[in-house]
T-cell receptor, first 114, second 111 residues
Framework: EAGVTQFPSHSVIEKGQTVTLRCDPISGHDNLYWYRRVMGKEIKFLLHFVKESKQDESGMPNNRFLAERTGGTYSTLKVQPAELEDSGVYFC????????????FGEGSRLTVL | DAKTTQPPSMDCAEGRAANLPCNHSTISGNEYVYWYRQIHSQGPQYIIHGLKNNETNEMASLIITEDRKSSTLILPHATLRDTAVYYCIVRGNTNAGKSTFGDGTTLTVKP
């Protein structure tokens, strides 16, 4: 069974540009989460999808971040326009049942904003 | 979420048991204790979780004190590949994905 996959693994962009990160959860997992770790800080929750609906987006830092999950399968996280402080590693995780809390994480997408 | 406290680092000899402590004195009755680890720059990996009873799986054992204010993750026979940052997270059963990972414990397994 394929795990959670994320693309790209690394993206380097200029300040002000746009980047879109993609996450493919494990097939059949209704719950999808985005997290990020910015330099030197802890891994922090961004948002949670249940199927195609945003269940909780309280961790999204500002309106430059837009997450979508059309059709309830893969998800995208777009940063527009990117700022220097957005640099970090963005992790996606999925779970079959929110009840157990067991999350399966992808390898992350490293974003570098110059 | 209840706050957790972990030592920043620990060493363990290869083949020996690694015992990683976690304090969660403000845990509430419906909150579970979860453990994840992150090896180098990979994504976090789920290890084990429990409510009040001790738990064991193929990776580790979880010992939770009777008052639930602390717990210990046990890797029975640590290998070099177990070197990682270990995170103890306390979270309610619902919306458990909204976890705060904290700084964790960096476990270094030495030959």
């Amino acid at each position: 069974e394929a795990g959670v996959t994320q693309f790209p693994s690394h993206s380097v962009i200029e300040k002000g540009q746009t980047v879109t990160l993609r996450c493919d959860p494990i097939s059949g997992h209704d719950n999808l989460y985005w997290y990020r770790r910015v330099m030197g800080k802890e891994i922090k929750f961004l948002l949670h999808f249940v199927k195609e609906s945003k269940q909780d987006e309280s961790g999204m830092p500002n309106n430059r971040f837009l997450a979508e999950r059309t059709g309830g399968t893969y998800s995208t996280l777009k940063v527009q326009p990117a700022e220097l402080e957005d640099s970090g590693v963005y992790f996606c995780a999925s779970s079959q049942l929110d009840l157990t809390g067991e999350l399966f994480f992808g390898e992350g997408s490293r974003l570098t904003v110059l | 979420d209840a706050k957790t406290t972990q030592p920043p680092s620990m060493d363990c000899a290869e083949g020996r048991a690694a015992n990683l402590p976690c304090n969660h004195s403000t845990i509430s009755g419906n909150e579970y204790v979860y453990w994840y680890r992150q090896i180098h720059s990979q994504g976090p990996q789920y290890i084990i979780h429990g409510l009040k009873n001790n738990e064991t799986n193929e990776m580790a054992s979880l010992i939770i004190t009777e008052d639930r204010k602390s717990s210990t993750l046990i890797l029975p026979h640590a290998t070099l590949r177990d070197t990682a940052v270990y995170y103890c997270i306390v979270r309610g059963n619902t919306n458990a994905g909204k976890s705060t990972f904290g700084d964790g414990t960096t476990l270094t397994v030495k030959p």
